[in-house]
């Protein structure tokens, strides 16, 4: 049967094994009449299921799983949208568009759903679109295009400006103005929601009556709208702790009544992220577990050599959540040499984590192309699309990122073929994050290579007064001919969305961040870039986040071993002036 996916090469579709329970929806042309918009009609008694069900619209791009999850979490049943009539027979509709906005437009408007959406909204139905399901409403969107949009709303949806010294994506959590009474937003008061995306909608005098809120990123940008039952966000609520719950609540049971007066926050702008980091790996045993290494070594110092075991990882994820974790990251820090769709227990792993965890989950580790002992091949994009579907917000490419970047150096030629072009392409550039693993190599003088150098703080072992960062790949295994400033540069523009800068010198000694290094990338790229591997206290967070263009930084070990508590890391930055989600 034909696929009524314009672009149906995006939209990957597993069978077989990989086939997951919340595979995304396949529309076929032959169970969908196109219909004109004069014969739609929306049915005021909505036989959509009872007040305990949602209906979702997950047109089958992108990593829903966890506006399932929130909605799961908050005891409701979802419907799934399989045609335009069940958008019509909604009772409460959430669109959680994700993926790209061109992309989006094309299956809503061959299937009919565009038709049906409009419909919908313009009956004012209750209806809550969020991120991409906010820029549908506006008159036409930049990305990919222009490309039109619903035009329920004056306005075109355009990229954020880099040039103004914002970094794009905008990735993190920020702080709406609320602008009108909005009913979902009630019990936002003054705290932090997780906003990723590089495109947004501006506000003017001829969309002023839609919004309820705005947010500040260089300049004002539409974070919410309201209109009667129909609202929008550009934040994920689903991914904003609390809070974000609060706004889902508010929307799926109007009725329910909050006992407790909402915590007060004093949110004022984006914050720096502190992200907690677990490595996992099978142990000697089987098992997987979190373990850490010292400079990239995970086995004990002992006879037997066994692999460090901190704890196991469903466990420690979620009690970081509970602790204020504003991310979680999982590496398979031996998905190098296995095959992560054949490592089932670690997608369990990202299942069970995000059914309660609603701050962003990213995974990383064997992200490439792989043929199995059978012959069967798999696309990087078909691991990654495996890894959202179990959970993951963004997935993070480690050493196939390496391999594109010095290909594309060499060629100066974007083949698009790469895992990180293929998977920005279809899931967005925000949720492709590249996990750098650079080792220092010590140099008299900044031109004894052709790499980037920096001069050192700290002078190296024989008084080097230089060093430039070494790239590696499998896991620190192997170092290759490019520099970490080299890569950095190289991957933004092949689409990555962030920057995961670890230091193999630094990790697991608690001496602190390479803030030579982190300086260096920060100060090369305009997107995002998480400081990671050295934290031993909370003064070494204020001094990369004074020091360094860092958007977030990372911390395992302290954090396993339970030495230093998230939430001291958090007072303490608050102490200094660095804006924090508390
Ligand atoms: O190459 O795409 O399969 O991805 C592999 C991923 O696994 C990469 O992101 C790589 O960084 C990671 N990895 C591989 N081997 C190891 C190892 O430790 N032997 N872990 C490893 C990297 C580094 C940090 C660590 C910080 C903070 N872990 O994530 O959490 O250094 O630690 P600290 O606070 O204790 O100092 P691919």
Same mark, same amino acid.
């Given at each position: 049967?034909?696929?009524?996916?314009?672009?149906s090469?995006?939209?990957?579709?597993?069978?077989?094994?990989?086939?997951?329970?919340?595979?995304?929806?396949?529309?076929?042309?032959?169970?969908?009449?196109?219909?004109?918009s004069?014969?739609?009609?929306?049915?005021?008694?909505?036989?959509?299921?009872?007040?305990?069900?949602?209906?979702?619209?997950?047109?089958?791009?992108?990593?829903?799983?966890?506006?399932?999850?929130?909605?799961?979490?908050?005891?409701?049943?979802?419907?799934?949208?399989?045609?335009?009539?069940?958008?019509?027979?909604?009772?409460?509709?959430?669109?959680?568009?994700?993926?790209?906005?061109?992309?989006m437009?094309?299956?809503?408007?061959?299937?009919?759903?565009?038709?049906?959406?409009?419909?919908?909204?313009?009956?004012?139905?209750?209806?809550?679109?969020?991120? &991409?399901?906010?820029? #549908? *409403?506006?008159? %036409? +969107?930049?990305?990919?295009? !222009?490309?039109? $949009?619903?035009?329920?709303?004056?306005?075109?949806?355009?990229?954020?400006?880099?040039?103004?010294?914002?970094?794009?994506?905008?990735?993190?959590?920020?702080?709406?103005?609320?602008?009108?009474?909005?009913?979902?937003?009630?019990?936002?008061?003054?705290?932090?929601?997780?906003?990723?995306?590089?495109y947004?909608?501006?506000?003017?005098?001829?969309?002023?009556?839609?919004?309820?809120?705005t947010?500040?990123?260089?300049?004002?940008?539409?974070?919410?709208?309201?209109?009667?039952n129909?609202?929008?966000v550009?934040?994920?609520?689903?991914?904003?702790?609390?809070?974000?719950?609060?706004? &889902?609540?508010?929307? #799926? *049971?109007?009725? %329910? +009544?909050?006992?407790?007066? !909402?915590?007060? $926050?004093?949110?004022?702008?984006?914050?720096?992220?502190?992200?907690?980091?677990?490595?996992?790996r099978?142990?000697?045993?089987?098992?997987?577990?979190v373990?850490?290494?010292?400079?990239?070594?995970?086995?004990?110092?002992?006879?037997?050599?066994?692999?460090?075991?901190?704890?196991?990882?469903?466990?420690?994820?979620?009690?970081?959540?509970?602790?204020?974790?504003?991310?979680?990251?999982?590496?398979?820090?031996?998905?190098?040499?296995?095959?992560?769709?054949?490592?089932?227990?670690?997608?369990?792993?990202?299942?069970?984590t995000?059914?309660?965890?609603?701050?962003?989950?990213?995974?990383?580790?064997?992200?490439?192309?792989?043929?199995?002992?059978?012959?069967?091949?798999?696309?990087?994009?078909?691991?990654?699309?495996?890894?959202?579907?179990?959970?993951?917000?963004?997935?993070?490419?480690?050493?196939?990122?390496?391999?594109?970047?010095?290909?594309?150096?060499?060629?100066?030629?974007?083949?698009?073929?790469?895992?990180?072009?293929?998977?920005?392409?279809?899931?967005?550039?925000?949720?492709?994050?590249?996990s750098?693993?650079?080792?220092?190599?010590?140099?008299?003088?900044?031109?004894?290579?052709?790499?980037?150098?920096?001069?050192?703080?700290?002078?190296g072992?024989?008084?080097?007064?230089?060093?430039?960062?070494?790239?590696?790949?499998?896991?620190?295994?192997?170092?290759?001919?490019?520099?970490?400033?080299?890569?950095?540069?190289?991957?933004?523009?092949?689409?990555?969305?962030?920057?995961?800068?670890?230091?193999?010198?630094?990790?697991?000694?608690?001496?602190?961040?390479?803030?030579?290094?982190i300086?260096?990338?920060?100060?090369?790229?305009?997107?995002?870039?998480?400081?990671?591997?050295?934290?031993?206290?909370?003064?070494?967070?204020?001094?990369?986040?004074?020091?360094?263009?860092?958007?977030?930084?990372?911390?395992?070990?302290?954090?396993?071993?339970k030495?230093?508590?998230?939430?001291?890391?958090?007072?303490?930055?608050?102490?200094?002036?660095?804006?924090?989600?508390?």
């Amino acid at each position: 049967m034909e696929s009524a996916t314009l672009n149906s090469s995006q939209f990957t579709t597993l069978s077989g094994p990989l086939r997951s329970r919340n595979q995304p929806l396949r529309l076929h042309r032959s169970s969908i009449s196109f219909r004109s918009s004069n014969k739609l009609s929306v049915r005021a008694s909505a036989v959509g299921g009872n007040d305990s069900t949602v209906t979702l619209l997950d047109y089958g791009a992108g990593n829903v799983q966890s506006i399932r999850n929130a909605i799961r979490y908050l005891g409701l049943d979802i419907k799934d949208v399989q045609t335009p009539e069940d958008i019509l027979n909604a009772k409460r509709l959430i669109f959680p568009g994700v993926g790209a906005f061109g992309a989006m437009m094309d299956v809503l408007n061959n299937n009919g759903m565009a038709e049906a959406l409009r419909a919908y909204i313009e009956n004012d139905r209750p209806f809550l679109g969020i991120c &991409l399901g906010l820029h #549908l *409403l506006f008159e %036409s +969107s930049e990305e990919n295009g !222009p490309v039109k $949009g619903l035009g329920l709303i004056p306005g075109v949806v355009g990229r954020f400006d880099s040039s103004n010294g914002c970094r794009v994506p905008h990735i993190g959590w920020n702080v709406l103005q609320v602008k009108k009474d909005s009913i979902i937003l009630d019990e936002v008061a003054n705290r932090h929601v997780y906003f990723v995306h590089s495109y947004r909608a501006v506000p003017s005098e001829e969309n002023e009556e839609w919004i309820s809120s705005t947010c500040n990123y260089g300049n004002g940008f539409i974070s919410s709208i309201r209109r009667g039952n129909v609202h929008a966000v550009q934040f994920h609520p689903e991914k904003s702790g609390d809070v974000g719950l609060s706004i &889902l609540r508010k929307f #799926l *049971l109007p009725n %329910s +009544s909050v006992t407790k007066k !909402p915590f007060e $926050g004093k949110a004022k702008k984006l914050a720096k992220r502190v992200i907690a980091c677990l490595d996992v790996r099978t142990n000697d045993n089987g098992d997987l577990v979190v373990t850490k290494g010292d400079q990239y070594d995970v086995r004990e110092q002992t006879k037997e050599n066994e692999v460090r075991n901190l704890g196991k990882p469903v466990e420690l994820a979620g009690q970081y959540y509970s602790d204020g974790a504003d991310e979680v990251s999982f590496l398979n820090i031996t998905g190098f040499r296995d095959f992560p769709l054949g490592d089932l227990p670690m997608l369990q792993i990202l299942r069970c984590t995000s059914e309660n965890v609603f701050v962003p989950l990213t995974v990383g580790g064997g992200i490439r192309d792989f043929t199995d002992a059978n012959g069967r091949y798999y696309s990087s994009l078909e691991v990654a699309s495996e890894y959202f579907r179990s959970g993951a917000d963004k997935i993070s490419i480690g050493s196939d990122a390496v391999y594109a970047a010095e290909e594309y150096l060499k060629t100066g030629v974007k083949t698009g073929k790469s895992s990180l072009e293929q998977i920005s392409r279809v899931y967005g550039n925000q949720a492709v994050v590249v996990s750098i693993d650079p080792r220092r190599q010590y140099l008299t003088s900044p031109y004894e290579v052709g790499f980037k150098s920096v001069k050192l703080r700290n002078l190296g072992p024989n008084g080097e007064e230089y060093a430039w960062y070494q790239c590696t790949v499998n896991g620190g295994r192997e170092g290759r001919p490019i520099g970490a400033y080299e890569l950095a540069k190289a991957v933004e523009e092949l689409g990555a969305g962030e920057i995961l800068l670890n230091c193999i010198d630094c990790d697991g000694q608690g001496n602190g961040f390479d803030i030579d290094l982190i300086k260096l990338i920060s100060d090369a790229v305009s997107i995002p870039v998480i400081a990671s591997s050295g934290a031993g206290k909370p003064e070494h967070f204020s001094e990369v986040f004074s020091e360094t263009n860092a958007s977030a930084a990372v911390a395992a070990g302290i954090f396993h071993r339970k030495e230093v508590p998230i939430q001291s890391v958090k007072d303490h930055l608050l102490k200094k002036d660095i804006e924090v989600r508390m």
